[in-house]
């Protein structure tokens, strides 16, 4: 029972555990054991890591690293061209899983989930046990392994499904959580991301207790409204529900720079960066988008969209990078000092052949955090 006399929700976040390169060893038991990048070809342009095996990822492979820099770190590694349906396929029985105990799922990708687990359908009560069997299904039914969180909101339920990866499930209960969020390092945070940790750390700010030492006006002053943001996580708050419905209205991505961008080759470059991680996430979600939208940010914080509706969606980075530069163009970006740029794709399920030049009401979601 929480402070307020409202009974604590159950939520479960469960997150596969490489799951793209993980498909790949179970279908191909040649690859088993075996440093696996599931992603772009290193000899081609602009290839992308859209997963790595464990056993790649032990040579400092990561997600979205670009393929030419993984092959350097793991000369060895084989490189899986991505299977997207099915991996849709096999995400599509691992939530008929989910839906034996709830009907409060929501997807954030294809594989990874919330699940509002207060009132589930089988009556087993504890939410310990049913993300246990719900981890042991998937074993069993499918051959392959998720990591589990488990606590009374969605944010720390994603944070603890991370503690034990691979295969791991973790418990954060209600009196636990303050003093679990006291030791997290700053760039552990979920929503917190290289460039706001480090500007972080530069205020000596290096472990949530240190963040919790800041009120929210201090906080909104340093880092802007999504300091209120910050301000109730460090202290493990989070309102949100569980939302089995949600429909995902756009797919983006950000980067604020060290320093202001003057030649347009070096805006280039970032939006070739911005537009592979939108393609990995909207193939992840098996989606694609007629409109590509580009955010500009100056160094006087003015800040600028432009967008444009194609007759054919698109889920490609190259594609996407292509209109992006376009856009850019158009902004005539020579000698201009910019410290943000952003690239998005939405429009997912209506055709629109319209050039918009400025921003729309129903735009203002595109790159929230």
């Not at 690859?31 to 990822?57: C, M, N, Q």
């Not at 770190?73 to 099915?86: E, G, H, S």
């Not at 409204?225 to 983006?252: A, C, H, L, M, Q």
């Not at 030049?357 to 203002?364: A, E, I, S, V, Y």
Request: proline share 5%.
């Amino acid at each position: 029972m929480s402070e307020t006399g409202i009974p604590f929700r159950k939520i479960i976040h469960i997150d596969m555990d490489a799951f793209y390169a993980s498909v790949e060893q179970r279908d191909n038991p040649e690859l088993k054991g075996k440093p696996i990048i599931v992603g772009g070809s290193p000899e081609g342009r602009g290839g992308v890591v859209a997963t790595a095996s464990y056993e790649a990822r032990k040579y400092g492979i990561r997600s979205a690293m670009p393929s030419k820099t993984a092959l350097r770190l793991c000369p060895a590694a084989i490189f899986v061209k991505p299977r997207f349906q099915a991996y849709k396929d096999v995400s599509e029985k691992i939530r008929a899983i989910f839906h034996r105990y709830t009907d409060l799922v929501e997807p954030l990708s294809l594989d990874e989930a919330y699940l509002d687990v207060t009132n589930d359908k089988a009556g087993i009560g504890s939410a310990i046990d049913i993300a246990k069997q719900i981890r042991q299904a998937i074993q069993e039914e499918l051959q392959l392994t998720a990591s589990a969180g488990v606590s009374v909101n969605k944010f720390v339920a994603k944070m603890a499904s991370d503690i034990n990866k691979p295969d791991g499930l973790t418990f954060i209960g209600p009196s636990a959580i303050a003093g679990f969020m006291e030791k997290l390092p700053v760039e552990k945070f979920h929503g917190v991301g290289k460039v706001t940790a480090e500007k972080m750390k530069s205020m000596g700010l290096h472990t949530g207790a240190e963040l919790k030492q800041l009120t929210k006006n201090e906080l909104t002053k340093h880092f802007g409204k999504v300091g209120n943001f910050y301000y109730n996580i460090v202290r493990g708050i989070d309102d949100r529900s569980v939302e089995p419905y949600r429909e995902t209205k756009s797919i983006s991505a950000e980067d604020t720079f060290p320093y202001d961008l003057t030649d347009p080759e070096e805006m280039y470059k970032a939006i070739d960066g911005l537009a592979a991680t939108v393609s990995r996430r909207a193939q992840q979600h098996a989606m694609k988008g007629r409109t590509v939208t580009l955010k500009i940010k100056y160094s006087d914080f003015k800040q600028i969209t432009r967008n444009l509706s194609l007759s054919v969606p698109l889920d490609d980075a190259e594609e996407i990078a292509a209109v992006a530069k376009k856009l850019l163009d158009g902004t005539e970006p020579d000698d201009k000092l910019i410290r943000l740029l952003g690239v998005g794709i939405s429009n997912f399920g209506q055709q629109s052949v319209n050039h918009h030049r400025n921003k729309k009401p129903g735009q203002l979601g595109l790159f929230e955090d």
